[in-house]
């Protein structure tokens, strides 16, 4: 098991493809949560899962939209980041190990 954030931005282009995006997206973390999570704050969950970093982010890129849509996950207490699109200018100055999936 490991721990991992989540942080993600389903950008709003239509009510019903957002709302699909984003229930599909809350399912396919709920499938990956297999030892708990915290979902308090907007757009950040943390995970435990048997589940490895890629398997995870593979997983959850499925719900996003390819272009407009990102994630990014880190392994918690480790240098393991994995990024889904564009997550914005200056990430990578925080994050220069990550890895695109």
Same mark, same amino acid.
């Given at each position: 098991?490991? %721990?991992?954030?989540?942080?993600?931005?389903?950008?709003? %282009?239509?009510?019903?493809?957002?709302?699909? *995006?984003? *229930?599909?997206?809350?399912?396919?973390?709920?499938?990956?949560?297999?030892?708990?999570?915290?979902?308090? %704050?907007?757009?950040?969950?943390?995970? *435990?899962?048997?589940? &490895?970093?890629?398997?995870? &982010?593979?997983? +959850?890129?499925?719900?996003?939209?390819?272009?407009?849509?990102? +994630?990014?996950?880190?392994?918690?207490?480790?240098?393991?980041? *994995?990024?889904?699109? %564009?997550?914005?200018?200056?990430? +990578?100055?925080?994050?220069?190990?990550?890895?695109? +999936?």
């Amino acid at each position: 098991m490991a %721990d991992y954030w989540i942080s993600f931005c389903i950008k709003y %282009d239509s009510e019903a493809s957002y709302q699909k *995006r984003y *229930r599909e997206f809350s399912s396919r973390v709920e499938t990956c949560a297999t030892g708990g999570m915290w979902e308090t %704050d907007t757009s950040f969950i943390a995970i *435990r899962s048997e589940h &490895g970093i890629n398997a995870i &982010g593979n997983h +959850l890129k499925k719900a996003l939209n390819g272009t407009t849509d990102h +994630l990014v996950i880190r392994e918690i207490g480790k240098v393991n980041t *994995r990024y889904i699109n %564009d997550p914005g200018d200056g990430f +990578l100055a925080f994050f220069p190990e990550a890895i695109k +999936l």
